[in-house]
């Protein structure tokens, strides 16, 4: 359940209020990898690989200068401490 809803949010995030991205968007590998690893992440915490991810995803998505800028409430990359507190906010998705 939990990993359709993160890979639910990961589509909305992806198509965002621009329309779908382009495959070929130069942050979209490090974006997908930082998703993958926050899927586990009410199971695992907030570990040292999942907060390396996120930094490598931030960087690519503000080198390409897409979206709302850092940790926007339209658009960006969810910090990792703040996807691991919404497991406690809505333990109705674990």
């Known amino acids: ?9 990961c589509a909305v995030l992806v198509a965002g ?3 779908a991205i382009a ?3 130069p ?3 490090a974006l997908q990898r930082y998703y993958r690893a926050v899927e586990d992440i009410c199971r695992t915490g907030v570990t040292p690989d999942i907060v390396k991810l ?3 995803a931030r960087q690519a998505v503000d080198a390409a200068g897409y979206g709302g800028g850092r940790d926007n ?3 960006g990359v969810k910090p990792p401490d703040r996807a691991y507190n919404e497991c406690f ?3 109705s998705f674990l």
């Open 1 to 9: 359940m939990l990993r359709r809803v993160a890979l639910g949010l």
């Open 27 to 29: 942050f979209q590998p």
């Open 73 to 75: 409430n339209f658009w």
């Open 54 to 56: 996120y930094e490598d």
């Open 89 to 91: 906010q809505s333990p």
């Open 17 to 19: 209020p621009g329309g």
């Open 23 to 25: 495959q070929n968007e």
